[in-house]
């Protein structure tokens, strides 16, 4: 698992406590390889999906993983912006980046994984949608980030 600049991974998910630690650690495993884990998810879990200008919803272990499957079956990187507990489970803000179709691709997510009897029961995840070369070189050539 890759971590963003500064942020250190194993302190992050450390930070997380027992329970969620070995889930969020499970969840990053599965984001980069596609690597299913028997642990990972309560039968009959619940994965909401937002997409640019659409919404997957999907119940039960096996639907979870075919929706991750058939939405971004690539295996990659993730770097790590944000991860933080909640009351019911935690947080992550997170980028992805893979290769397909003979080019670098990136996305970038948050996603909202609640924690019940020590498996993800509920998933949220709200994704920017992928985006090719031409798209990445166009938002660094016209965006900048000014201070405010």
Do not use: K, N
Not at 4 to 12: H, K, M, N, P
Not at 19 to 33: I, V
Not at 72 to 95: K, N, Q, W
Request: glycine share 6%; net charge negative; proline share 3%.
């Amino acid at each position: 698992m890759t971590a963003a600049v500064g942020v250190d991974l194993t302190e992050r998910t450390a930070a997380l406590g027992p329970e969620l630690r070995p889930l969020a650690d499970l969840l990053l495993g599965w984001l980069e390889s596609g690597a299913r884990s028997d642990h990972l998810f309560s039968d009959d879990v619940r994965v909401d999906l937002t997409v640019p200008h659409w919404r997957l919803q999907s119940r039960g272990t096996e639907a979870a993983f075919r929706l991750r499957a058939e939405q971004h079956p690539y295996a990659g990187s993730v770097r790590i912006e944000c991860l933080a507990a909640t009351d019911r489970g935690f947080l992550m803000a997170f980028e992805e980046r893979w290769a397909a179709d003979g080019q670098r691709w990136y996305c970038r997510e948050m996603l909202h994984a609640v924690v019940a009897d020590s498996r993800i029961a509920v998933l949220s995840v709200y994704c920017t949608g992928d985006w090719d070369e031409d798209l990445q070189r166009r938002y660094a050539a016209t965006v900048s980030v000014t201070a405010g």
